[in-house]
């Protein structure tokens, strides 16, 4: 067992390497006590603590700045083309003003990234990427293709507003409109004469909206407007939350995915189109897989002992002595009262109630798989 560190974690150093956003001096001014990187932008994790955030997303509102979820625009005669290789998800059932959550996969059918598609246009997409590089796939394949396509990192910052309240708070600053927008869908709504895409998404199970600032220069007067106009909603600052997201069950790239894993691995099956002859790139390695059957599969884990340290590396789950995964995401909920954890365990042992130990820094604790989402008690 390892010494639990005594002295504050090191600090993350900020210089023009990593890019701020048209938002960062607001969440400054609100308070942000913790940053995190993703896609070489700044993206905030906590305000007051993961707790206090969690509970206020859970009964308020919230703004997050997830400018870092950046866009990749491919536009173009072979956009809709270039798009389908990408992904296992079949793009021919999405309209233009749709948003579809889309796994991106390599020959192998490993996962590249999970961003949510938007068809702004017959041939026209923004990819709104997790965390990897993934426009320079796309332009790799673009360039050895001779597609006539362009492939760019559009200068659009995503403000996501979200909690139960989200939805009251748009409508004040965009107007009755906002109510008509269905889940994973957008619309274009006039902001100060200037019309944005407006998403009813975001990366939270609380009900929300996805602002695509495609004008940096209006970021503070956006989160002003938003901000005057929430005041007797309690709206706050706020991120994308680690508990919430893991009583949720979603995904984060990177951490409970990468390369090594597959779209079947991850739980994803859904998304993907394994069936119809639509080409993309994985597609035979998918098949395959899915013949064969997955060897491990993405689940939750619920574990006692004390409110478990932040997981910097991912914790080994044994059942009967034996290594059979990692958790690779995990928070206490105060709402479930036992911590939570996201794990990618042999496939066997994935059915709920299944017990097994999680080897914490704080020691091995006793817990069991549980489904994806978690039950969470209402407020
Ligand atoms: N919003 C935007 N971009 C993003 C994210 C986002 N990029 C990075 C990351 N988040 C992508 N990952 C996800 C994962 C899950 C969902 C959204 C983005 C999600 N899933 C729903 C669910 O699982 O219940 C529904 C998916 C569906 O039905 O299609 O919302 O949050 N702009």
């Known amino acids: 067992m390892n010494a639990m560190p005594s002295i504050a974690p090191p600090a993350l150093a900020i210089s023009p390497r990593l890019r701020r956003t048209p ?11 913790g940053y995190t990187i993703y896609n070489r932008m700044l993206l905030p994790t906590v ?26 625009e491919i536009v173009g005669p072979d956009a809709s083309r270039l798009a389908q290789l990408l992904t296992p998800r079949n793009l021919s059932k999405i309209a233009i003003g749709q948003c579809a959550y889309a796994p991106i996969t390599d020959g192998g059918g490993g996962m590249l990234n999970d961003p949510v598609l938007l068809r702004l246009g017959p041939e026209r997409f923004w990819l709104s990427l997790a965390d990897s590089d993934l426009l320079l796939w796309a332009k790799g394949l673009a360039f050895g293709m001779g597609l006539s396509v362009d492939v760019f990192e559009a200068d659009v910052h995503p403000l996501a507003v979200q909690g139960p309240k989200a939805e009251t708070l748009m409508a004040r600053v965009f107007g009755e409109a906002v109510h008509a927008i ?7 709504l006039s902001f100060q004469g200037h019309s944005m895409v407006i998403a009813r998404s975001g990366w939270s199970k609380q009900g929300g909206f996805e602002i695509y600032l495609d ?24 991120c994308p939350n680690l508990i919430e997201r893991i009583e949720g ?56 002992g004390e409110p478990c340290p932040p997981l910097t590396e991912r914790w080994t789950v044994e059942a009967e002595g034996k290594r059979i995964g990692s958790v690779s995401s995990a928070a206490y909920s105060p709402a479930i009262d036992c911590n939570i954890g996201i794990a990618m365990l042999a496939t066997d042992a994935t059915t709920p109630g299944t017990s097994v130990s999680v080897v914490t820094p704080l020691g091995q604790v006793e817990g069991e798989v549980r489904d994806l989402p978690f039950a969470v008690p209402p407020l």
């Open 249 to 304: 069950g979603l995904l984060s790239y990177g951490n409970d995915m990468t390369r090594e894993h597959t779209p079947l691995e991850c739980g994803l099956e859904r998304f993907c189109s394994l069936d119809s002859d639509i080409q993309f790139i994985g597609r035979d390695a998918l098949r395959r897989q899915r013949t064969r059957g997955v060897p491990r599969l993405v689940c939750g884990v619920a574990f006692g």
């Open 23 to 33: 938002f960062s001096a607001r969440v400054e001014a609100a308070g942000v006590r």
């Open 182 to 188: 269905r889940f994973f869908r957008f619309a274009r």
């Open 47 to 72: 305000f007051r603590t993961t707790e206090d955030d969690y509970w206020h997303l859970r009964e308020h509102v919230q703004l997050w700045d997830v400018s870092a979820e950046r866009q990749v």
């Open 215 to 238: 004008r940096p220069e209006l970021g503070h007067a956006l989160w002003d407007a938003l901000w005057e106009a929430g005041r007797d909603l309690s709206v706050g600052p706020g």
